[in-house]
């Protein structure tokens, strides 16, 4: 008798703590943070900062669509420019995928390598896979360049993203990043910087080193799943060795110049909404975790990017 009497002043004693008191704090996922921000932390992607391709349908006669985002000012314009005029010239029509390496690429590009290229094309130099912080471009400087992200340890809050795009730094200079999705030039042996008629996306684990050495042109969108499922080359380095493993390319063309491309939008890198997702995506405290990681690699923080909702 005596231990129900404890008991039951221990039950009467919490029911007069404050409700407020019992709650446990629960935290968003990145992907409820993004669903929940406004329309106005969305920015519009330009059509003409598309570049669209459609790949040869694949053994079910589905068509095969890939969008790839250009990489915007001050990075590698260069190569963009010549990309622009690629495109123009429906240089990538009748060429094909060329190599698929496990872990690493997926290339496309001229298979006889013989195809002559459109007039004009720029020779660009190895220092602008770079940008210097003290270049002005756009009216940025380098005292604007603040992250949104928590400084953690590591390598967090030394990379960031910036300006929608994964971006590496050190005391003198920013570069774009090889993360999941990003698509790079294909290039010879240095001085070579490539023309830009050779391109690869990554298709596994995030290739660091490979910043600083070739230019990265833009990510792709939208349709990754069409590269990055593609049978493995068994050529060195992913090549495929016979014509009829090559995924034929129909045509590539900007996106104002392809027929019913969907309008994309990102989450800006200068929203709260971000500074929230990036949190999180360092720390995630929702209820599945148990440990949070206290920081993130900057390619575990992709920017979000979505088809624009119609209004």
Not at 174 to 191: A, E
Not at 244 to 255: D, T, Y
Not at 279 to 308: E, T
């Amino acid at each position: 008798m005596k231990r129900f009497s404890k008991l039951t002043a221990v039950a009467a004693l919490c029911a007069t703590i404050p409700a407020f008191a019992q709650e446990v704090k629960t935290y968003p996922a990145p992907g409820e943070i993004i669903a929940a921000a406004s329309a106005r932390e969305w920015v519009s992607i330009a059509p003409a900062d598309l570049l669209v391709m459609d790949l040869a349908p694949d053994t079910a006669g589905k068509p095969r669509r890939v969008v790839i985002q250009l990489m915007t000012a001050p990075f590698s314009q260069g190569w963009v420019g010549n990309i622009r005029k690629l495109a123009a010239a429906k240089w990538w029509d009748g060429t094909a995928i060329v190599r698929v390496q496990d872990n690493y690429v997926t290339q496309w590009g001229d298979p006889t390598e013989k195809k002559a290229l459109p007039d004009g094309l720029a020779v660009v130099p190895e220092s602008d896979y770079s940008v210097s912080k003290k270049q002005p471009t756009g009216g940025w400087t380098a005292k604007t360049m603040k992250s949104t992200a928590p400084k953690q340890k590591g390598e967090y809050g030394l990379s960031q993203p910036l300006w929608g795009w994964p971006i590496g730094q050190d005391a003198s200079h920013i570069w774009p990043t090889h993360c999941y999705g990003m698509v790079g030039v294909g290039r010879n042996l240095s001085p070579d910087t490539g023309t830009g008629a050779e391109l690869y996306t990554v298709i596994g684990h995030a290739p660091r080193h490979l910043d600083r050495n070739i230019a990265l042109v833009g990510r792709i969108i939208e349709g990754m799943e069409h590269m990055s499922s593609l049978p493995r080359g068994t050529g060195a380095l992913g090549f495929y060795e016979k014509d009829e493993e090559r995924v034929p390319i129909l045509s590539v063309r900007l996106g104002h110049e392809a027929q019913d491309v969907a309008a994309f939008e990102y989450l800006s890198t200068e929203s709260a909404s971000f500074a929230a997702y990036a949190d999180a995506r360092a720390n995630r405290r929702d209820p599945f975790f148990i440990s949070p990681a206290g920081g993130a690699d900057i390619c575990n923080i992709p920017v979000p990017v979505r088809r624009k909702l119609s209004k």
